[in-house]
């Protein structure tokens, strides 16, 4: 199993910027991609950037890509989102969600594991 617990969250003015981590532990060895999703009040769980864990390749969803960026430190077991120019829209709770496939998912479907979320609140 592996026990993943995200960080860095809390309310940012708009056009700010802040950067979440996600600390892996367990049995990390079997960890093939990791992403980040987040799921505003009342609506689904959306992806928002995904990365092998070799690091090899990322993929971001359209409404982040240019103003975020996703990256991971290996040793440390840390995922870690940076986004920047946010938006009052940006606004939801953030999960890390890990997979054993060596695959950088865009569905909560395709992840075995799951954080308990940080909350991001974007003021305008």
């Known amino acids: 199993q592996v026990q993943l617990v995200e960080s860095g969250g809390g309310l940012v003015q708009a056009g700010g910027s802040l950067r979440l981590s996600c600390l892996a532990s367990g049995r990390t060895i079997s960890l093939g991609a990791m992403g980040w999703f987040r799921q505003a009040q009342g609506k689904a769980r959306e992806f928002v950037a995904s990365i092998k864990w070799s690091g090899s390749s990322t993929s971001y969803a359209e409404y982040v890509r240019g103003r975020s960026i996703i990256s991971r430190d290996n040793v440390k077991k840390t995922l870690v989102l940076e986004m920047s120019l946010l938006k009052p829209d940006d606004t939801a709770v953030y999960y890390c969600?890990?997979?054993?496939?060596?695959?950088?998912?865009?569905?909560?479907?395709?992840?075995?594991?799951w954080g308990q979320g940080t909350q991001v609140t974007v003021s305008s």
């Open positions: 969600g890990g997979r054993r496939e060596v695959v950088d998912g865009q569905s909560p479907d395709d992840y075995d594991y």
